[in-house]
Every structure is written in structure tokens, then in C-alpha cells.
């Protein structure tokens, strides 16, 4: 009875953990190789205009990713049209090479963030692209593909406050 109890509690847990969850998605890389002409897109439709969200960039890598930061090229598309373009850069691993994703195997899941306190200004249906946009310090035409990314997903969670 004691362990019934437990599982139930543990299960209740996660599930009020993840209860700000408004969208979340992958798309899985073929191949574990980035083609910089892949673009990851995501069809987000979103009928709350009143609250704050954070949006993620969630993305697995597994050993044979060899850089330490990530650059990304992101475009999120209004449904009026508007267009918001982003270059970013994220740290992959630490200044003495471990990686700062989760995970106990050779994937390790990261959680970017890409957006923090969004609030949508209108309903409708939003557009995320991703886009991977890495060089190496004497490449001019970019890594492709990029090796080790299996996976690239959004992820928006409503901010309770």
C-alpha cells in the first residue's frame, strides 16, 4: 500500500510540474546530421493574448557534437504576417568541456532559452523556425552538415505568477 502511495504521489508530482505546459515539440534530425538547409519549423496555435510565456529552444545532442557553443538563426512569424529574425549563440559545455545538457547517456537535452516573457499580442497561428548556422573559425560556407544534433524542438510554458 505504502508503494501505491508513493507512485501515486511521484506521479502527481510530475504532472503538476509540466501543468504550464502550452506547447512542446520535436522534429528529429535524420541521421543525427544538421543540413544548414533543414530548417526546423513548428505551427503553434495560440489563443491566449493575455498571458506571459517563455519559449525554449530544446535541442538533443549526443558525442560526436564537437563544438562547445551553438549558433542558430530563428524567425518567429506573426499571424498578421510580421517577422521577428534572430542570430544567436548558445554555450554548449562548460570552459573545461563537459556538457552542460541532461542526461546520463551520450544524449544530452538542452533547454535554450529563446524568448522569456512573451506575451502573444494576437490569436492565431505562429510560425518558429530554426535554423543551424555554425562556422568554424576558417569556414566561410558553414559546418554542414552539423554532426551529433538528433533532435530540435519548441517548448512554451504559460509563467504562473
Wanted: proline share 3%; net charge negative; charged share 25%.
Amino acid at each position: 500500500m505504502r508503494k501505491i502511495v508513493m507512485i501515486l504521489i511521484t506521479g502527481f508530482s510530475l504532472i503538476a510540474c509540466d501543468s504550464n505546459r502550452v506547447f512542446d515539440k520535436y522534429q528529429t534530425i535524420p541521421n543525427n546530421e544538421w543540413e544548414s538547409e533543414n530548417i526546423i519549423e513548428f505551427e503553434v496555435p495560440v489563443t491566449d493574448t493575455i498571458s506571459r510565456n517563455n519559449v525554449f529552444i530544446n535541442l538533443r545532442n549526443n558525442k560526436d557534437y564537437k563544438f562547445n557553443n551553438l549558433f542558430l538563426i530563428t524567425q518567429m512569424e506573426f499571424p498578421n504576417g510580421m517577422k521577428l529574425v534572430d542570430t544567436l549563440e548558445y554555450r554548449m559545455t562548460t570552459s573545461d568541456g563537459h556538457w552542460l545538457g541532461k542526461g546520463s547517456s551520450d544524449t544530452k537535452e538542452n533547454i535554450l532559452f529563446y524568448k522569456e516573457g512573451k506575451q502573444f499580442p494576437e490569436q492565431g497561428t505562429y510560425k518558429f523556425s530554426v535554423q543551424q548556422a555554425m562556422r568554424e573559425s576558417s569556414d566561410v560556407e558553414g559546418k554542414d552538415p552539423l554532426e551529433g544534433v538528433s533532435d530540435v524542438g519548441i517548448r512554451i510554458e504559460k509563467i504562473r505568477n
